[in-house]
C-alpha cells in the first residue's frame, strides 16, 4: 500500500442522510433498478489520463499537482499503477481506461515504448486479477507526441500511418489481453489547421482504410469487445473528422462498418458540436452504433472542453433515459474523462470528485428508470405519432407524391396543428427528479 | 414597367476606378476567366423571398418596408413579380429562385393554393420569355404556415406529411414547368423543439422514405435538374436533421441516396454549424454531393442566421477557390439568400446591396482563379502528400496492422515532423486577393 | 368570467407526492423560510407580453395561436385583460408586469395611443382592486414599432427621442397610478446594426441624458418603486449597450445613477453574454445594483434568446442562493419572461408551464435557503479568505509596491498553492438539491 | 551572430508585384500615411513570448518546436535575446514586448528571480543600444507559475498578493529602464474557476487597490508611458473581472482611475468576449481609453483564443478606420500577440508569419487611410445625425419628460423611419480595399 490516500476510508452507500463527505449517498451498487443491479447499470470507470497522468497545466499555465509518481521511469509507472488500483478499490469503481502512453514511459523507439507497454500490461493484469476494477476499454494516445502533430492516420507522411498502426495494434493487443470490454479511437489530431494544406478526400480515405483494418484486427486476434469511435468536433484541431455521431455514421456507412464500429459519446463534446448530450445518444441509438459514453461536463459559457465531474442530476437523468430507452449498454460504461480542477490539490479531491460524480449519475438513473417504468411520458410520446398507426398512413409511405396529391386534393386535407405539450413533459420530468 | 425601381439605370461594367454607386467595379459577365465567361461561372440569382415577400420583421418588431404589393391579392402577386423582373433586369441577372409562398397568394385550401400557383407560374413563365433571367430553382415553403410548426416530411400527424407531398409535387411541377435548374428542399421544420415528445426514428424514416418520392417523381415527369438538400444546423428548430454537409452526406448513405441528391450549401448556415463556409463546400466536393450555394454571410458575434450581403471579399475567395477545385458549378448556381436590414427601406438599398454582392464575389472568384492557375497552393499540397505516392505508402493501404507494425520495428521508423507551412500559404493566397 | 380556462382549476399547493397535473407540489405561499413567506420570498410576476401579447411567430413562421382577444380594438383589449387577470387568479401570482403596446392599442397618434393606454390602465386598476395580482413593474416598448427600428433614446433622429421621452413619461405614469413596484427600461433598439453608421460617443450621451430624466421624473411624481435597467448584449441589435451587469453599472457610473438605478437580470441575457445567470446576481450584488429578474432559461445549443420556463431546479438553486446572499428582494420579484413553445397551443399549456416554472423556483428557493442556513458553503468561503483578516495583510492594502516588494524579499515569501477544493464544495451543494 | 536565421534576407519593402516571399509588398516604413511616416502610424511590436518562449504545446500536446535557447540557463536566456534582435532586425521591427518570465529564469526565490531579470534587462539594454528595436511594453507574468493559480492581485492568499506586487514593481523597472513606451497589465487569473469558493467583492476591491498602487508607483519613479489594462472575458479562467473594454471603464471609473489607465484591446479578446475588434476600439476610443493593440486574429469556428497571424486586410481595414478615427496611437503601437502554428516548425515559418501580418496591417492602414481622407463615410454619418444640430434638438436634452412629451402631443410628433443605408456604407468601403 502506498500512502497517496492514507486515511482516506473506502466509500460505501449510506443513503440520502448521510452527512460523511466520504460516502456514497444515492450509489447503491447493490440496488435492483429495472431488474438490474445499480452497478451493472451504470459500470462506472475511472479515466487514468486525468486522475493520474495529467499534472494540472492549461494553455496559460503548468504543473500545479505534485503527485509521487510523475517521472518517466519504469518504477515510477508502477507506483502510478498501485496509486490507480488503490483509488479504484477506494470507490469501489468496477472498471478503468487507460492509453498506452498514460500507463507506460515513452521509449526512445517504437520497440522500446513497445517492451515498456508489454511490461506495464502485465502490471496492470496482476493488479486487476487481486483488485475488482477490469478494464472498461484500453486506447492509443495518439495526440500529445509531436509525432501524431499533424494527424495519425490521416497524417500527409505514411510513416506516421505506420507508426500509428503499429500503435494500435500494440494497444488493441494490450486491451485484449487485459480483457477489455471495448477498444476505443479519438482522433483529436484526425482533422486539420487549414484547408489549404489539407488533401481531405485522401484523408479520409485513409482513415476509413485504417479504421477496416482495425475491425479486421479485431477478428483476427479474437477479440471480443466492440471497436468504438469517440466524435468530437474540434479541439486540439480546428476541425476534426469525427465531428459528431452523425457525421461518424456517414464515415461508418461510407467504408462498410456501420455494424462493426459503435460509439463512445462524450458530452463535452456533444456541447462542443452543438448538440445536447441527450441528442447524441439519442441519435447514436436510433443509427444502431450507441456504445458507451464519457461521462463528465462542459461549461456552458466556455468555448473548450472543461471535462468536469457532472453535478446536475436533473440534467444527467436526460441523458440516462436515452440510454435506458436504447436498452442500457451492452460492453459500454460510465467513463468519468473528467479531471479534478487544476486548483483541486489534494489526493480528498480526486476521491470526492468521483463520489460526487457517481451520486450524480445514480439519482440521474433511479429519476430516469422510474420514469421508463411509469411510461407517462412513452404513452404521450406513442399518442403524438398514433396517426402513423393507422393503415392508410403506412400506406402513404409507398405511395408515390402524385398518388399522396390527388388524395389531398381530392379529401381537402387541411391538417390542424395539435399542441406539442412540451412545457407539460418538462413538468412530468420533474415530477421524477 | 412600375415606377418602384425609378431613375435607378441599369447597372453596368465600369471598371475598378468607377466612382459610381450604380456600377459594377468588378463584375463584367463577358470577362473570360479559366476559359469560362464570368457570367457562366457565377450564375448569380435574385431571392425572392428576402427582396421581394420579407417585410423587415424580426423577433422583436414588425414591419418597416412599404411595397407596394405588399397584399394577399393575386394581382398584387403579378405586381411583385412585375417589379421582382425589373430588378433582375437593372441587375442583370441571369437566374432568380423563390418558394411557392412566396410567389402566389395562400388560398383557403391545397386546392386553391394551388391554383393560384399555377396561375403565377404561367405569369412568370411569361416572364421569363421577355426578359433574362431564368429560375435557378424553385422550392415548397414549408415552415412558415402554421401547419408545419411540428415538421413537414416529419410531422407527427401523417396528414401534414401528406400535405406536404402535394405540396413538394406542386412545387417540383412548378419548377419543371418554369425550366428550373435545381429543385431544392431545406427543412427548417424537419427537427425537433424537444427529444421528449420526439420519435427521432420514426422522423428520420419519413424524411428517408419523402425524400426517396421526390427523386423518383424527378424522374417521372423528366425534370433534368439536380435535387438539393440545403443542410442547416437549428433555427427555427432546436435541432434540425439536415445539420451540415457530413449529417446529409450520412442520411443520403442510409437511403440509397447519394448519386441522386446533392446539397446547396450556404455561409450563415455553415457558422451555425460550427464551420466555415470553405468546409462545407470541400466536404461536400470531397464526398461528391456539391450542388449550389446559398451566398450571403452571417455576422460572427450572432448566433442566428443573419443573412448580411457578402461584402469581404478576401473570405469569399477561399470559397471560391474550392469550388473551381471542385470543378465549378454544373446545375448550380450562386444564389443570394441575403436580406437588406430591416433599416435600409428604400429602393436603392435593394439594388445596391446586389450589386456590392455581386462584385464581392467577382473579385473572389478573380483571385481564386489567378491562384488556381498559377498552381504554387496545389503544388504545396500534392508535395505535402507527395509521400503517398510511392508504392510502399500505396502497398501499406491493404496490408494489416500486424504487416505493417512488424515493418516499423524492424526499419525502426521514427517519423520525424515537417512544418505545415500554413502562415507560408496563407502569405501565398494573399498575393492574389 | 370568459371561458377561456374554463375546466382549470385554481392552482394549490398539494405536497411533493401529488400526481395532480393542476397542483403545485413544492410551491406552498405560506411556508416559512428564513423567516419569510415563500410567497413573500419569490415574489412571481406573470409577463403579459408572452402570455397574451406574443402570436407565436417566430423568424420563419407566422401565428400559431388562437386567443380570441387577438385584434386592435379597445375591447379586445379588456378581454385581454380579463384573462389574464384569470390565469393570476388560477396561478395565484401576486404580480404582474406589462409594456404599454401588450395591453392597449396603438393608435393613430400619440395622443390617441396615450388616450387608449390611459382607458386600459384604469381598467387594469379596477381589475387589481377586485383581484389578488398587483404590478411588479411596468415598462414601454421601444423596440416592436417601425418607429423604434434604429433607437428610442439613442436614435439619430431627434424626433424619435422626443416620442421615446413621451413613451417613458406615459407608461411611468401609467406605473404610478397601477402602483407598480418598479420600472424597468430594456433597450433592444438601443445599440446598433453596423459601426459603420453609428456615432457611439453621441448615442451614449443621449442614453445618459435621458435615464437621468428619468430618475428626475420618478422624484418629480413620487414614485416610490425602483428603476431597473435591463442588460441584454444583442438580439434584436447586433451590439447593445446595456451587454451585460458590468458594463451598465460603468454607464450609471458615468452619469452619477449608480445610487439611483438597478438591474433586472435575466438569464437567457446572461448566457448570450457569455455569464450565467448567478454570475450576473452576483455581480449585481457587488456592485449594488441588484434589483430583481426575469426568470426563463435558454437553450444552452441556441444562439438566440429562447425565454423558456425554467425546468431544472439545481440550477436556478445557484441563482437564488445569491440572491439570499444578497439578503432577498426589495421592491423586485420573479418575473417569468417566458414563454410556452410556439407548438404548444393549449389554454392548459399557458397554466401548466408557469405551475412548473413555480415549483422549480420553489424548490431551487428552498433549497438555496437550507444552504445558507447550514452555512458550511459560507464558512469554507469564509476559510479561504481568512488570511486577509489578518493585521498585515489589512495593512498591504494601503502600503505601496515597493513596501511590499521589501517585505518579500526580506522575509523570502514564498507562497504555497492550496486546494481551491471546487468539487468538495460541489458536492456539498448536492446535499441540499 | 547566431545562425538561427541564416540564409534568410531583411526583409524589404518590393512593392505589390515583388512575387519574394522574403520582401514586403505593401509594408513601406517610409510611405506618408496622413502625413506620417507607417512605421510611425503602425508601430509594430513583436511579442517574445510567443516567437520565443513558446514551445509549440497545446492542451493535448506537448513541445514541437527544437530551439536551441530552450532551456533555464542566464547563458541560453541571453541566446535567445541574441536570436530575438536578429529577427527584429529582420524585420525591421521598430518595438518588442516581453513579460519577465519570457526573457529570464525564474529562481528558486523571488530575490534570485529579480537579480535574472535583473541581469537580463541589463542585456537587453545593451541589444537596444546597438539594434534598432525598442521596448512597446513590458509585463508581468502572473498566470503561468503555480503560485498564480488562483490569482494574483486577487488571490485569496495575500502571501501571493504581496508577491504579485514585488512582480509588478520589478517589471515596471525593468520596463522603465528599458525605456518602455507603456506597461500593460492582462488579468489572466484575476478571475475565478466557480462561483462557490469566491468573494467577488473582496477580489474587485483588492484588484482596485493593486491598480491604485501601479499607478502611485509610475509617478514615484517618474515612468512617462501608459499604464494599460488588457480586457478578456475568459480563458485560463472561467470568467475573468477585466472581461472587455465596457467592464475595465467601469472598474477604472470605480476606483478613480479613467482618466490614468487606458486599455491594451485584442481581437482575439474581443471576439471571445462577442465583439468584434472595431467594436472594442470603437468604444475605448468613445469612453477615451483607448491605448494600444494586441494584432492578431481568432479563428471564428473555434471557442478559444488562437493566436493566429492577421491575414485578412479587408477585415483589419476596420479596426485602423476606428484607430485612425480616434487620433491614431500615442505611446500605443501594433504588438503581434500572435505565434505560428504549432506545425509551424522552421525558421522561416517566424520570419514569414511576421512579414505576412505587417503586409496585412500595412494594407488596412491605406485603406482605413484613403477612406477616412476621403470623408464620403464620415459626411454619411455625420448626415445621419444632424437632426441633432439643430437647437430644438440640443434643447431637448436639458428639458424634462413632461415637457417633451407636451411637445409631442402639441405638435403630434410621428417620427418617420429613414434607411441606415448600411449596404450603401458596405459598398463604399469596398471602394477603397
Known amino acids: 500500500m502506498t500512502d497517496f490516500f492514507k486515511n482516506i476510508p473506502q466509500i460505501k452507500y449510506e443513503g440520502e442522510n448521510s452527512t460523511n463527505e466520504f460516502a456514497f449517498r444515492h450509489y447503491d451498487p447493490e440496488e435492483i433498478i429495472l431488474g438490474k443491479r445499480m452497478e451493472d447499470h451504470l459500470r462506472f470507470a475511472v479515466a487514468y489520463w486525468h486522475s493520474f497522468a495529467w499534472p494540472g497545466g492549461d494553455p496559460f499555465g503548468g504543473q500545479t499537482f505534485d503527485r509521487p509518481w510523475f517521472g518517466d521511469t519504469m518504477a515510477l509507472a508502477k507506483l502510478k499503477a498501485d496509486v490507480a488500483f488503490e483509488m479504484f478499490d477506494i470507490l469501489g469503481a468496477p472498471f478503468y481506461a487507460f492509453h498506452d502512453a498514460d500507463a507506460r514511459p515513452e521509449g526512445a523507439t517504437f520497440a522500446e515504448s513497445l517492451r515498456n507497454l508489454e511490461e506495464i500490461v502485465d502490471y496492470l493484469g496482476e493488479k486487476q486479477a487481486t483488485h475488482k476494477a477490469k478494464l472498461l ?64 478526400k485522401a484523408e479520409r480515405a485513409h482513415a476509413g482504410r485504417f479504421l477496416q483494418s482495425v475491425v479486421e484486427y479485431k477478428y483476427k486476434i479474437g477479440f471480443k469487445g466492440a471497436i468504438l469511435i469517440e466524435p468530437k468536433p474540434q ?27 459503435q460509439t463512445n459519446i462524450e458530452q463535452g463534446h456533444a456541447i462542443l458540436a452543438g448538440h445536447s448530450f441527450e441528442h447524441e445518444i439519442a441519435t447514436a441509438a436510433a443509427l444502431g452504433i450507441f456504445g458507451s459514453i464519457d461521462m463528465n461536463r462542459n461549461d456552458y459559457q466556455s468555448g473548450w472542453d472543461t471535462d468536469q465531474f457532472p453535478n446536475n442530476h436533473a ?95 381530392a379529401n381537402n386535407i387541411n391538417p390542424q396543428p395539435r399542441s406539442g405539450r412540451q412545457e407539460r413533459l418538462e413538468n412530468l420530468w420533474n415530477h421524477y427528479i
Chains 1, 2, 3, 4 share one sequence.
Open 137 to 200: 476499454w484500453g486506447t492509443a494516445n495518439m495526440f500529445s507526441h509531436k509525432r501524431w502533430m499533424s494527424g495519425a492516420a490521416t497524417n500527409p507522411d505514411p510513416e506516421v500511418y505506420a507508426y500509428a498502426a503499429a500503435t494500435v495494434k500494440s494497444c488493441m493487443d494490450a486491451t485484449h489481453k487485459l480483457g477489455g470490454a471495448n477498444y476505443v479511437l479519438w482522433g483529436g489530431r484526425e482533422g486539420y489547421e487549414t484547408l489549404l494544406n489539407t488533401d481531405l
Open 235 to 261: 479541439e486540439p484541431s480546428k476541425h476534426q473528422y469525427d465531428y459528431d455521431v452523425a457525421t461518424v455514421y456517414g464515415f461508418l456507412k461510407d467504408f462498410g462498418l456501420e455494424k462493426e464500429v
Open 315 to 409: 440534467e444527467k437523468a436526460v441523458a440516462f433515459y436515452e440510454i435506458l430507452r436504447a436498452g442500457g449498454y451492452t460492453t459500454g460504461g460510465t467513463n468519468f474523462d473528467a479531471k479534478v480542477r487544476r486548483q483541486s490539490l489534494d489526493p480528498e479531491d480526486l476521491i470526492l470528485a468521483h463520489v460526487g460524480g457517481m451520486d450524480t449519475c445514480a439519482r440521474a438513473l433511479k429519476a430516469a428508470a422510474y420514469l421508463l417504468e411509469d411510461d407517462t411520458m412513452e404513452a404521450a410520446r406513442r399518442a403524438r405519432y398514433a396517426g402513423w398507426e393507422k393503415d392508410g398512413a403506412k400506406a402513404m409511405l409507398t405511395q408515390p407524391l402524385e398518388v399522396i396529391a390527388e388524395a389531398v386534393i
